[in-house]
């Protein structure tokens, strides 16, 4: 396809408002791209300045841009150069964009993807050397933009409502800001959304829509400690995940799992063998807390500390570690006949059974820290060096704490 038919090219899907042509048209990972790649060439600085006047205001340019895009991609193999002229396009459409009404959203978000990965793709090289992620940065000012111009529609109501595409480019927003290390900018997304009681509600927008936000909206609980919604929202997520986004289903679990062993909730081994790497992770910790094995546990939290990190669930796990140390002290109250007075020592062999050698002092703070949590109903007599239990349920379904 030549340049000159390219353009062309526009004018119908433009006249007629056709989201699906001007999709095939602006996608960077189609056979139109790549044509325009083999075919049109390299387009120098003073075409891009002056991209002529077939097209209604902005559109040469912007089809000027995309051709410039798809020969740095294809053909230079240069990242950077493709991210600079993707972002010039939107900037570009955003001047004619503020004009338009729902019709044009699905084009927007194609061009926000494409926009987004092309960045993560040029701050490859500046990452592995410095940590930083300047294309991904300015992407999601970029984004940014394309929200605020949906969120702020004033012009058009109903079906025809930018605000229509407020959930989905949020949700890209919020993919940016955790991508770059900044998830406590989030909360400005959130709060732009749930604040204005234009926007239309969350259950209105498309179902893949809701699963990104409540799950974002999930690991934020996750993060800010807030355990109850954190599970509720990952929950929602996980359970109208599409069956088949198995990589999404596998990212909600990571953080699902670590909020279910705190409440005593195991995951099915059947569950676990459809995610081999969660299976890899995870399983260690499931055995130890179902024996009891406190040295296993934390041996498994040193070898598994980096990913955790990466993850940040290792502060979560750490405290799931709480469940393995109650199943043991159970398990010495068992093997104690089920008697309400324990001593100290007790609770010290069992300990040391498991290869934590520690003195009683330090057990008697464990058990009093368990006390204190709800993991175990009594008290401590310091001077008989005796735990009493309550007589009944001493040991409380970790499912009915509260935290």
Not at 6 to 26: D, K, T
Not at 110 to 121: G, K, P
Not at 176 to 181: I, N, R
Not at 338 to 343: F, L, M, Q
Request: hydrophobic share 40%; charged share 25%.
């Amino acid at each position: 396809m030549k340049l000159q038919q390219y353009i062309n090219s526009f004018i119908e899907p433009l006249h007629h408002e056709e989201p699906a042509a001007l999709i095939r048209l602006l996608s960077l990972h189609n056979k139109t791209a790549r044509g325009l790649a083999d075919t049109v060439g390299h387009i120098d600085e003073r075409r891009l300045n002056n991209p002529g006047h077939s097209l209604p205001e902005p559109w040469d340019g912007i089809a000027i841009r995309h051709c410039a895009c798809v020969y740095a991609l294809y053909t230079k193999k240069d990242y950077q150069e493709a991210y600079t002229h993707q972002n010039a396009l939107l900037s570009l459409l955003y001047r004619w964009f503020q004009d338009q009404s729902a019709w044009i959203l699905p084009v927007l978000y194609i061009l926000l993807q494409d926009l987004r990965d092309l960045a993560e793709q040029a701050d490859q090289v500046t990452y592995s050397s410095t940590g930083k992620m300047p294309s991904l940065e300015e992407c999601t000012r970029t984004v940014s933009k394309a929200f605020s111009m949906c969120a702020t529609d004033r012009t058009f109501k109903g079906s025809e409502s930018r605000r229509n595409g407020v959930y989905h480019v949020a949700c890209l927003s919020l993919k940016c800001y955790f991508k770059v290390g900044k998830p406590n900018l989030c909360k400005n997304i959130i709060r732009a959304v749930t604040s204005d009681s234009k926007t239309p509600p969350i259950e209105e927008a498309p179902l893949n829509d809701q699963v990104t936000w409540h799950f974002y909206i999930g690991m934020l609980a996750f993060l800010n400690g807030e355990d109850k919604k954190a599970g509720e929202e990952l929950e929602w997520a996980l359970l109208n995940c599409p069956a088949d986004a198995h990589r999404n289903q596998e990212l909600i679990l990571t953080y699902l799992i670590p909020l279910h062993l705190l409440h005593g909730s195991l995951p099915s081994r059947r569950l676990l063998s459809l995610h081999p790497r969660l299976e890899e992770l995870f399983l260690p910790f499931i055995n130890a807390i179902k024996s009891g094995d406190v040295r296993e546990y934390d041996e498994r939290l040193d070898w598994a500390q980096q990913r955790l990190v990466g993850m940040s669930t290792y502060l979560v796990m750490e405290r799931a570690r709480e469940g393995g140390l109650r199943m043991l002290f159970k398990k010495a109250w068992i093997a104690s006949d089920k008697s309400t007075r324990i001593p100290i020592t007790t609770f010290q062999i069992a300990l040391k059974i498991h290869g934590v050698d520690v003195d009683s002092d330090e057990v008697e703070c464990m058990v009093a820290n368990m006390i204190y949590r709800g993991y175990m109903k009594g008290y401590i007599s310091h001077e008989k060096q005796m735990v009493v239990l309550a007589k009944t349920n001493p040991f409380p379904n970790l499912s009915t704490i509260v935290r």
